[in-house]
């Protein structure tokens, strides 16, 4: 073999081994960009979440308004028969409209755990394939080293 031939054999090497490179760098940018649409979503439900709590607060602070109220009300039964009678039906209304957002609140908190998990889940399988990438990109690159040292 000619030195022009083993140089062309050396170039030849070089360009697929820049190639690779080139494919590998390719393959991590399209990684980053998905891990950080992941931490997007992934922030975007932890605002959902916090708002949840925001909104169970309030009506817990309902319950506990409406509580009070019926409290207060039962001391007076006995004189204000009619006027019991009717805040205790606005107050068993406020609750039953409670209890449909609790359950409505509930509902969507399944629904956001269970897409938290999805996610996690994906990107945990993400991170197996790429890191299962980068291990075949890591020993092609010993190989070719390898091969251009012998």
Not at 29 to 49: F, H, V, Y
Not at 116 to 134: C, D, V
């Amino acid at each position: 073999m000619t030195t022009e031939q083993r140089l062309d054999r050396v170039e030849s090497e070089f360009a697929t081994i820049r190639e690779l490179l080139i494919s590998a760098a390719t393959y991590a940018e399209s990684a980053n960009r998905r891990i950080d649409d992941l931490g997007i979503k992934q922030d975007r439900t932890q605002i959902m979440l916090d708002d949840l709590g925001i909104k169970q607060d309030r009506t817990q602070t309902q319950l506990d308004r409406t509580v009070l109220r019926v409290d207060q009300l039962s001391s007076r039964v006995d004189e204000f028969i009619f006027h019991t009678q009717r805040l205790f039906n606005k107050a068993g209304g406020e609750i039953e409209e409670t209890k449909a957002r609790t359950e409505r609140l509930e509902a969507l908190m399944l629904k956001l755990d269970r897409n938290y998990e999805e996610q996690k889940s994906q990107f945990q399988e993400f991170q197996l394939t790429t890191n299962a990438a980068l291990e075949r990109i890591d020993r092609v690159l010993d190989y070719l080293l390898r091969q251009s040292g012998s």
